[in-house]
C-alpha cells in the first residue's frame, strides 16, 4: 500500500486500567509506532479518576505529539487541556459543541454501523466519524459494519473515517484501502507486548 493511502492509527485506552503500568505500556507503543491520537475511553465516572488518569495520559502524549481526546466528558476535556471530545451519542448537538469548544479542538463521533448517522454528524461539523465493531462482537445486537459502507464513504464523503471493533490482521488487509484511521484498543492492551502486538496487526499496511 503506497504512503499516502497507509491509514493512521487512532489508539483506544482499555476501559479499566492502572495507571502506572498503562502509562508505561503505551509509552512503548508509541514510541515504537506513529500514533495520531490516542482516546481515553475509562468506563469509571468518578471525577477524580478520569482526571488523574487524563493528567497523567496528556503528559505521555504531549511529550510525544500527539493528540488526546476524551470519550464523552467535554467539560473534562477543556478543563484538562486535552486535544478534544469522542462523542459515543451523537444525539448531542455537535454544532453547539464546536462554538463552545473553538475551532482547534477535536469532535469526533462514534455512530456504529448506520451511514445517516455519520453523515449527520459530518454534516454538523465532527472532525471524524468513526464506525464498528468492524470484525465480529458480541457488543450491542452482534452487528458488524459492512465494508460497502466504507467504501462508499472513502469515495464520497470528505469527513475522515475510522474503522475500530474487533479488528483482525485480515480486516486491516480489506479495510486498509478505504479507510483514514484504524481505532485500535482491546486488540492489543491484553497481551503480553503491546507494541509486537500493533506491528502484527499493521503488517498488512507494510
Not at 480489506?174 to 484504524?182: A, C, L, Q, S
Request: glycine residues 8%; hydrophobic residues 50%.
Amino acid at each position: 500500500m503506497a504512503e499516502a493511502e497507509r491509514p493512521q492509527i487512532y489508539l483506544i485506552t482499555p476501559p479499566v486500567f492502572e495507571l502506572a503500568a498503562f502509562g508505561e505500556q503505551l509509552k512503548s507503543v508509541l514510541d515504537a509506532h506513529a500514533i495520531a491520537c490516542v482516546r481515553l475511553s475509562l468506563a469509571a465516572r468518578d471525577e477524580d479518576a478520569l482526571s488523574r488518569a487524563a493528567d497523567a495520559l496528556r503528559e505521555i502524549t504531549h511529550a510525544r505529539d500527539v493528540a488526546i481526546v476524551v470519550e464523552d466528558h467535554v467539560l473534562l476535556a477543556d478543563r484538562l487541556g486535552l486535544d478534544g471530545v469522542h462523542l459515543t451519542d451523537t444525539r448531542k448537538n455537535i454544532r453547539k459543541l464546536r462554538a463552545e469548544m473553538g475551532a482547534d479542538a477535536i469532535i469526533g463521533a462514534f455512530c456504529g454501523t448506520t451511514r445517516h448517522d455519520g453523515l449527520n454528524a459530518a454534516e454538523a461539523g465532527a472532525d471524524y466519524v468513526s464506525f464498528g465493531p468492524i470484525g465480529a462482537s458480541t457488543l450491542g445486537d452482534g452487528s458488524s459494519v459492512d465494508f460497502d459502507l466504507f467504501e462508499w464513504w472513502s469515495a464520497m464523503i470528505e469527513v475522515p473515517v475510522v474503522a475500530e471493533g474487533a479488528l483482525s490482521v485480515e480486516l486491516v488487509e480489506r479495510f486498509g484501502p478505504v479507510t483514514d484511521f484504524f481505532g485500535i484498543g482491546s486488540e492489543i492492551w491484553a497481551t503480553e507486548n503491546a507494541s509486537d502486538a500493533l506491528k502484527k496487526l499493521l503488517a498488512p499496511l507494510g
